[in-house]
């Protein structure tokens, strides 16, 4: 992503625009007893979206019970898109360095 282009947050509107988006399966993937729930990253959109259903008779996407599972079901799923892995490494970088953008820490106050 070229660092002068338009920050969008939406990530309908990004792969809309021609971003390349991946599932995958962050540190902090959302999980409960039935498992581990995918997160979708769009190149240069902040954060992740975890799959939890959108709608009243929706439920979430539950791609295994450990990691080691769930990764191989999001590997799978990008390779049917043809996005590798490193492609979807690539990815999820770009989220995070758009979340780390427009970071403002608060500053300390002192000397």
């Known amino acids: 992503m ?13 792969i809309n625009a021609g971003r390349r988006w991946a ?7 959302y999980r409960d007893e039935k498992g581990i729930v995918p997160s979708l990253v769009v190149e240069g959109v902040p954060g992740h979206f975890p799959m ?3 709608g009243a008779h929706s439920s979430p996407w539950y791609w ?3 990691e080691a599972e769930a990764r191989k079901v999001a ?10 892995p490193e492609d979807a490494k690539a990815i999820e970088a770009s989220a ?7 970071w403002n820490p608060p500053r300390r106050s002192g000397k």
């Open 75 to 84: 590997d799978a799923t990008n390779a049917r898109r043809g996005i590798s």
């Open 2 to 14: 070229n660092p002068n282009e338009k920050l969008i947050t939406d990530p309908t509107e990004a």
């Open 52 to 54: 939890l259903g959108n």
């Open 23 to 29: 599932y995958v399966i962050p540190d902090n993937a």
């Open 96 to 102: 995070i360095g758009a979340s780390m953008r427009n």
């Open 64 to 66: 295994g019970t450990t």
